[in-house]
Nanobody, 112 residues
Framework: QVQLVESGGGLVQAGGSLRLSCAAS????????MGWYRQAPGKQREMVAQ?????SRIYADSVKGRFAISRDTATVSLQMNSLKPEDTAVYYC????????WGQGTQVIVSS
């Protein structure tokens, strides 16, 4: 079992920055990838960024060049720069092991 606890998020003006962090506990050495998804009102949950055990990263096209994902053993962080109103969503931490694990979500609101 893996438990995920997110922190960060909040309200920021367009062009600003926020940093999200997610602390994993439990069977962290079973995790193959960690990342962030988001879900805006009325929309499906979408992948934002993922980082794999070998250090490789993938990003959604909409955030490339603005967001950066990083990870140490038990924490994954998402540095979000040049935020836009369309980045407003609930952001969920994700861990892929033998099954998928999710955090409780943290709200990000970007005002124009």
């Amino acid at each position: 079992q893996v438990q995920l606890v997110e922190s960060g998020g909040g309200l920021v003006q367009a062009g600003g920055s926020l940093r999200l962090s997610c602390a994993a506990s439990g069977s962290i050495f079973s995790i193959n990838a960690m990342g962030w998804y988001r879900q805006a009102p009325g929309k499906q949950r979408e992948m934002v960024a993922q980082i794999y055990r070998d250090g490789s990263r993938i990003y959604a096209d909409s955030v490339k060049g603005r967001f950066a994902i990083s990870r140490d053993t038990a924490t994954v962080s998402l540095q979000m720069n040049s935020l836009k109103p369309e980045d407003t969503a609930v952001y969920y931490c994700h861990a892929a092991a033998r099954q998928n694990y999710w955090g409780q979500g943290t709200q990000v609101i970007v005002s124009s």
